[in-house]
């Protein structure tokens, strides 16, 4: 009964450097939904997906991050020419359906750290 | 915009110190009101959905409940192992903001054997 899973669990890049961030959801669910927590401040949200389809970028800067979710494997979230203020830890959320009674179950997290 | 603001920032109490968490929000039309706990270098984890004012939901020694402004995370006689942050979280019913949830920065809880 495997939970989110999220990989790497620690990732260490120089500046300029692209990070890339891979979550799979629980079994059974397929709306996959992104949040970033920097020190000191709350979960932000970034982005919500179902397969092959962004729902909603509303929290996602407008360059350098991107997110996918294809048809087949796990949902990628890919952070290009990375910079000190993008050190944070990345969470992915998983439910069964969107809207109403859609509890996420969030995985283990990302710490990225950008040196 | 939606917000949630949590109070107090940290709790410190004895065990068997009950004490209760307060969650204030501000939502345009509320879908439901989350609550998680967050352990050092771990993910949420989930604990109690509220979907309407006057719901209560209990879970060991954890009650929460919700009004059209706030909900409360009570905590009956707490354990060492209650330590974590708790997160409160709502979710706005509408259209383009039904899904994603809208987070408080936490309440830390120490409890001192």
């Known amino acids: 009964n495997a939970g989110v899973m999220q990989n790497p669990r620690h990732l260490v890049r120089r500046r300029g450097q692209e990070a890339r961030l891979r979550c799979s959801p629980m079994?059974?669910?397929?709306?996959v939904y992104w949040y970033r927590q920097l020190p000191e401040e709350g979960l932000k949200f970034m982005v919500y997906?179902?397969?092959?389809?962004?729902?909603?970028e509303s929290g996602m800067p407008k360059e350098r991050f991107s997110a996918e979710f294809p048809k087949e494997g796990p949902s990628i979230l890919r952070i290009q020419q990375v910079v000190r203020g993008d050190s944070a830890a990345y969470f992915c959320?998983?439910?069964?359906?969107?809207?109403?009674?859609?509890?996420?179950?969030f995985g283990p997290g990302t710490r990225l750290t950008v040196l | 915009e939606d917000q949630v603001t949590q109070s107090p920032e940290a709790l410190r109490l004895q065990e068997g110190e009950s004490s209760s968490l307060n969650c204030s929000y501000t939502?345009?039309?509320?879908?439901?009101l989350f609550w998680y706990r967050q352990d050092p270098g771990k993910g949420p984890e989930f604990l109690f959905t509220?979907?309407?004012a006057g719901e209560e939901k209990e879970k060991e020694r954890l009650k929460a409940t919700l009004t059209k402004k706030e909900s409360f995370l009570h905590i009956t006689a707490p354990k060492p192992e209650d330590s974590a942050t708790y997160l409160c979280?709502?979710?706005?019913?509408?259209?383009?903001?039904?899904?994603?949830?809208?987070f408080g920065k936490g309440i830390t809880l120490s409890v001192r054997p």
């Open positions: 079994k059974g669910h397929s709306h």
């Open positions: 939502v345009s039309g509320l879908r439901g």
């Open positions: 959320a998983s439910s069964r359906r969107g809207g109403t009674y859609n509890e996420q179950f």
């Open positions: 509220l979907y309407s």
């Open positions: 997906l179902q397969k092959e389809n962004i729902i909603d």
């Open positions: 979280a709502v979710q706005a019913s509408r259209t383009g903001a039904n899904s994603k949830l809208t």
